[in-house]
């Protein structure tokens, strides 16, 4: 691989850094998420407009409730009838997305990035992303954390406060720390 970047993209260790293309990336990304959350709370075409700019790609129909953070924002892909409540976090060195009919509660973060945990590695400043995945009619309560790797089917409900830590399928309720499920539905 030629670059961090390059790294970063195809799931391999790479160093984000304080300088050059990935600080760059995430520098002005995180520079249009404060401004995104500084617009007038009723200006609602201005705000979705402005996510465009953000996001890699969005559907028709969707909103992000102020305040929302994202590292590079091209990786982010969101269905059709897409809503999130306030305080989402998308940590998208790797790509997280989402299908139609998603809603998300507050306070919910969704972390494609992680560390190594051998210190001396994580020490170096090195990490990895692995993509994360969420299918349709998906509903998160709030204060859900998903982990790195992670894909959640299709008709799932995850319950309040749950760590996604593996892959969840579909039509099932799933809660907790770690996140299990609950019962099929």
Sequence with gaps: MDSEKEKMLSGQM???????????????????????????????E???AFLKRILGSVKENYHIEPNFYCDYGYNIS????FYSNHNLVILDPARVTFGDNVFIGPNCGFYTAGHPLDVETRNKGLE??????????????GNVSVMPGVTIGDNVV?????????DIPSNVVAVGNPCRILKSI
């Design 78 to 81: 969101v269905g059709e009838n």
């Design 14 to 44: 790479y160093f984000a850094g304080n300088e050059g293309v990935l600080f760059e990336e995430r520098l002005k990304c995180k520079t249009l998420c404060q401004e995104y959350n500084n617009l007038p709370v009723a200006n609602l």
């Design 128 to 141: 990895f992303a692995y993509p994360i995945t969420v299918g349709n009619n998906v509903w998160f309560g």
């Design 46 to 48: 201005e705000r979705r």
């Design 158 to 166: 995850i319950g309040a406060g749950s760590v996604v830590t593996k």
